[in-house]
């Protein structure tokens, strides 16, 4: 059964399918859940928009989710192109290193993203904090291990002298069990709303929607996003 925690989170919520998917969760387990967002010279606003209209449509899901779902913040953190380019951050070809991680891999993005969602989140009061990271499907970012979102955050309770909980609902999730707990969280309207709203591609297509989504199909991001659906819809034909 889920539990109700009679406190407010904050939600750190790109637009894309992982943070939309934890949007519900969020609404469900959180009295108020409010979002950040970061500008951070990616490649497509597409992201940015597709937060927006997410939020927009959100509260359509059930008359919970539309008390519950609070304010939203956009913060600029730039700072990454001037460092220097990813394929994240610029035009380049997307390639696989020979540790087997991909060049969209932006280092430090969600320690930073979770300094300053911690930092917003001390200004507001607010202790839980909600990100979409998931080690067991991810395009092997080391960021989104487990052990770094642990280290992450007792680092930030000393170093803000505060008791923060980084929940990370799709840590050990793969991308079909992702849909499996949209489904459970909002049931299939909330599907088709993640399936039509997030997005994930690498190079920002949104011109076809296919049955997992919009995007290139291509990408490593498609690719995982693609998969997953597979998973999720040849489990339901099962069940
Ligand atoms: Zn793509």
Not at 39 to 60: I, T
Not at 83 to 102: E, F, H, R, Y
Request: proline share 3%.
């Amino acid at each position: 059964m889920l539990t109700l925690h009679n406190e407010p989170a904050l939600l750190l919520f790109s637009g894309g399918q992982d943070s939309a998917t934890c949007l519900g969760w969020a609404l469900n387990h959180f009295i108020r859940v409010e979002t950040v967002g970061f500008a951070y010279g990616q490649r497509h606003a597409v992201e940015l928009e597709c937060r927006r209209s997410l939020r927009e449509s959100a509260p359509g899901i059930n008359t919970a989710w539309r008390t519950r779902l609070g304010g939203d913040t956009l913060l600029e953190l730039d700072l990454f192109s001037q460092i220097g380019d990813t394929a994240m951050t610029s035009d380049m070809p997307i390639a696989v290193d020979d540790q087997g991680l991909p060049n969209t891999f932006v280092p430090g993005r969600n320690l930073l993203f979770l300094t300053a969602a911690a930092a917003l989140a001390w200004k507001k009061g607010i202790r839980h904090i909600v990100i979409g990271v998931c080690e067991a499907d991810s395009s092997g970012y080391p960021d989104c291990r487990d052990d770094a979102v642990k280290a992450m955050q007792v680092a930030l309770n000393i170093g803000m002298n505060a008791r923060f909980v980084i929940h990370a609902p799709l840590m050990r999730l793969d991308k079909a069990d992702a849909w499996r707990l949209a489904e459970a969280e909002g049931g299939k309207a909330f599907v088709d709303l993640v399936r039509a709203q997030s997005h994930t591609c690498y190079l920002g297509e949104r011109g076809q929607l296919h049955a997992w989504g919009y995007g290139c199909g291509e990408c490593p991001a498609c690719r995982l996003r693609a998969h997953g659906w597979e998973g999720y819809i040849a489990g339901e034909t099962r069940a």
